[in-house]
């Protein structure tokens, strides 16, 4: 029986609706090759990878093709074996519309590995498992595909008091993490481990949001399989945007970490649950990240989710859930944090967790009416809400000062006057 957990509260909010069940209702599947993998080069937050390879040339699944370009950068791979076409401009999976190089691969059909060793990382240093890390191309799946390897860091302590695990999920459509969870916890909670020991954690907190009991049960049951210690599962309430890094922390452990400053400085680190799996597959498999799991939702016939190659256009990946014909956008992202895409033809990338396809009918765009009335009608309710304020201030004062009858008909005036700003108050 899980033990009760204090559990804190972070401001503001809200509960939008999650529209999540329709992609929950098959398992993970496994989106076929494409004709062509258009793979960029610059997948993540820092310096751009540099490419080598060149056309012309055969590559392996897993297959390094982007190297690193400094401490703040991550490696890019081969999504399958195959021959390389070009390495140009390409459009790039953002709403700007502008292009970036990218490696594009013709894949042979052989689906053909590298040779794969596991990672000597229990006897390797700590620089040499972040540079494992960075070589095998992890980035934060969550969305902010941050390069790994620089949060494997204990920080000025030396050591974690808490590593928090992110599997809240909080933003509307978006289910490959619930998924992945249900399916692959083990590799989670392995992944989980490794992190544990290598920033020499106190304890490992794995967050998920009350409404997902299915991925609750899967990971408490993978803990007891993997018998590790001091990995807790811990349900937190849902409520948008409780998987911020931020907002968890405070959940989970109470610390408010400001504006600026680094989690591990106050003994703290989080990682999305994607992410540690792929460090787990990295570390322990040998094998790059060359895939993730993308939720196809939205106005679409079948929502489901995906294991998907990097460099597979969005297309594709969509045609697979039966767009509807009414479909006029699509995003990357969630419907609260996403953005548009420029074309159906840009690629499945490192931050793809979800693809939702609009419509005038599911995103209907606000007119310029509604965003005035909802100015005005919030202006009108903060002025009401401070003149009742200074008012009600000014009533106390008066009653804590000694009365006489001049005294007592200057507090029936502001008594009226109070009365009559609650009445502006909308109830």
């Given at each position: ?32 090759l494409p004709a062509e993998l258009v793979i960029p080069l610059h997948q993540s937050i820092g310096g751009v990878p540099h490419p080598l390879v060149k056309a012309g040339e055969t590559v392996k699944k897993g297959q390094l093709i982007g190297g690193p370009d400094g401490f703040v950068s991550s ?216 895939s993730r799991v993308v939720t196809v939702a939205g106005n679409v016939l079948r929502p489901r989710n995906y294991v998907v190659r990097f460099g597979t256009p969005m297309r594709d990946v969509i045609a697979l859930a039966g767009p509807k014909p009414d479909s006029d956008r699509i995003i990357m ?95």
């Open positions: 029986m899980a033990s009760l957990r204090q559990l804190f509260k972070f401001h503001g909010g809200v509960k939008p609706a999650y529209n999540k069940e329709p992609s929950l209702a098959e398992p993970i599947g496994i989106a076929p490696a890019v791979h081969a999504s399958t074996s195959g021959l390389v076409k070009a390495v140009e401009m390409r459009l790039m999976p953002h709403s700007s519309g502008l292009s970036a190089l990218c490696v594009v691969i013709a894949p042979d059909g052989k689906d053909e590995w590298i040779e794969r060793q596991p990672v000597p990382w229990r006897s390797m240093s700590p620089d040499e498992v972040r540079d494992a890390v960075r070589d095998a191309g992890l980035v934060g799946l969550g969305g902010a595909v941050f390069p790994s390897h620089l949060k494997v860091n204990p920080g000025k302590k030396g050591k974690l008091d808490t590593l928090v695990i992110n599997g809240a999920e909080c933003e509307p459509f978006i289910t490959c993490d619930d998924m992945q969870m249900r399916e692959q916890g083990e590799g989670i909670v392995r992944g989980a481990a490794i992190l544990r020991d290598l920033t020499q954690a106190g304890q490992v907190l794995i967050g998920i949001e009350d409404n997902k009991p299915e991925a609750i049960a899967a990971m408490r049951a993978a803990v007891a399989q993997v018998g590790a210690e001091r990995i807790e599962i811990v349900a937190v309430p849902t409520r948008y945007p409780a998987g911020g890094a931020k907002q968890l922390i405070r959940v989970l452990t109470g610390i408010e970490v400001p504006h600026g400053k680094r989690s591990t400085d106050y003994g703290v680190q989080c990682f999305n649950t994607g992410t540690v799996f792929g460090v787990y597959e990295a570390l322990e498999l040998g094998q790059p990240l060359i992202g969630g419907p609260m944090m996403g953005f548009a895409m420029p074309s159906a033809d840009v690629p499945v990338v490192k931050a793809t967790n979800c693809i939702p396809v609009g419509s005038k009918a599911l995103f209907p765009p606000p007119s310029r009416y509604e965003f005035r009335m909802a100015r005005e009608e919030r202006e009108k309710q903060e002025k009401a809400a401070k003149l009742a304020a200074k008012a009600a201030e000014t009533k106390a004062k008066l009653a804590a000062a000694a009365t006489s009858p001049e005294d007592e008909a200057k507090q029936a005036l502001i008594a009226a006057t109070v009365e009559r700003a609650k009445q502006q108050v909308p109830s």
